[in-house]
């Protein structure tokens, strides 16, 4: 590239270069106003003319006009020399401009950058950042470098007059994980189809995750957004150029503060590490199971127990008599695998069969009569007869399924059904 030439020419440009139209109305304080006046500016069409007809000029750039840039593993943008010129002026106009077109240069013949992926979800608040498994961190939000979501996020209006107030009612979330990656190739020129490079499996695994901190700390979550970010100064792409946001009806569920927590890492990595090495099909039955017991435990903290107790009952069945034929008896099957799977002497188990077989009744009256009384029967462990809310046997139920589900991601596999009911040791 030309280096010295763009630079005088930018140059001479800057004394007419203004700030993007409509930049007024954007909050100063704001990553929107900061990442608008990085990439956008206005200037005379004249002056704008003669810089994109000197970049067209340059091999290494032209060869990119009418084709695209991948923001992120999953969109992309048209590019076209002005999207070049207008980059340059505008860092141009905080920074040395052969710095910048020295950076543009080795940005276009490398053609690669660093991404961040982020996944923000409610329901926990650590204290500090921890990785969790091979460059994955746990974090608070507020330690992710600034953005538009995440200050949408947090409750940072992006107008200086607001102009949209939903914000104001969107989740409270207080954690995200992150994950870098080299992400290329970047530009691509018109026709090439290429698609960028993308880790699927760890992308897959950072969704587990989330479910994962369900049972490891006993809480529900929720997604709440998800975005791909790279440094504000990246030429085309820099910041977060697109997000998507999960929306959750949950009421005001989803605003209550948070209270941080400092979570020992070791044991949270073992935890995911042991997860990860499941066979894949192990995976893929515990998936539901996950899944329906976070739904479960979000329905109940709202106040819905009916809600709740439907998706608690999903997530028992496909734990515990997948492998089961329609017309097997499975209630029967719940309580006794449930029992036997958590183990212990012969009191506990006979004390959690009956603590699984009225759990599943509560959640089967909510299937079948679309509703759940205002009391059950219960026995104690010390063989005591008492009256309970479904309130208090769906608390018990949820530390019954995380018992099981950490039962048999520490054990590896699910049990041979059969032995285990027959007593049969090895």
């Not at 109305?25 to 956008?40: E, M, V």
């Not at 530390?399 to 007593?423: R, S």
Request: aromatic share 8%; charged share 25%; net charge negative.
């Amino acid at each position: 590239m030309e280096v010295d030439r763009i630079v005088r020419l930018v140059t001479e440009t800057l004394p007419e270069v203004n700030d993007p139209p409509g930049i007024e109305y954007l909050n100063p304080d704001s990553s929107a106003y900061k990442i608008n006046t990085l990439y956008h500016v206005s200037v005379p069409e004249l002056h704008e003319q003669r810089l994109i007809e000197l970049l067209s000029k340059q091999p290494e750039l032209s060869q990119y006009d009418g084709g695209n840039a991948s923001r992120s593993p999953s969109s992309s943008q048209s590019v076209r020399l002005k999207n070049f010129s207008d980059w340059i002026l505008a860092q141009s106009r905080f920074r040395d401009p052969k710095e910048v077109v020295n950076q543009l240069e080795t940005f276009v013949n490398q053609n690669t950058t660093t991404c961040t992926e982020v996944v923000v979800f409610w329901g926990i608040h650590p204290a500090e950042i921890v990785e969790v498994y091979n460059g994955i961190k746990l974090l608070p939000l507020e330690s992710l470098a600034a953005s538009v979501p995440k200050e949408d996020l947090i409750g940072v209006n992006r107008y200086v007059h607001p102009v949209d107030k939903s914000f104001s009612s969107s989740p409270r979330p207080r954690a995200a994980l992150a994950r870098e990656f080299e992400h290329s190739p970047i530009l691509k020129v018109p026709g090439d189809s290429t698609k960028s490079g993308q880790d699927k499996s760890r992308q897959q695994l950072m969704e587990e995750i989330v479910h994962l901190l369900v049972v490891f700390d006993k809480t529900p979550v929720c997604k709440v957004a998800h975005w791909y970010q790279t440094e504000e100064n990246t030429p085309l792409i820099g910041g977060v150029r697109a997000w998507s946001g999960i929306s959750a009806n949950l009421g005001s569920t989803l605003n209550k503060e948070i209270p941080q927590k400092k979570y020992e890492a070791t044991s949270l990595q073992s935890f995911i590490k042991q997860y990860v090495e499941l066979k894949p099909e192990i995976k893929d039955q515990l998936r539901t199971p996950l899944e329906r017991l976070n739904s479960a435990m979000l329905w109940y903290s709202s106040g819905d127990v009916y809600n709740a107790a439907i998706d608690l009952r999903t997530a028992m069945e496909s734990l515990l008599t997948y492998d089961l034929e329609h017309d097997a008896p499975i209630a029967f099957n719940i309580r006794l695998r449930g029992a036997l799977l958590l183990g212990g002497e012969y009191n506990v188990k006979n004390w959690n069969y009956e603590r699984f077989k009225l759990l599943y009744k509560i959640c089967s009256h909510a299937v079948h009569k679309g509703k759940v009384k205002r009391t059950y029967s219960y026995t104690t462990l010390e063989n005591v007869k008492e009256r309970k809310s479904p309130h208090s046997v769906l608390a018990e139920g949820f530390e019954l399924h995380t018992q099981l589900i950490e039962k048999i991601i520490e054990d590896g596999e699910f049990p041979d059904w059969d032995k285990l009911v027959l007593g049969i040791t090895e």
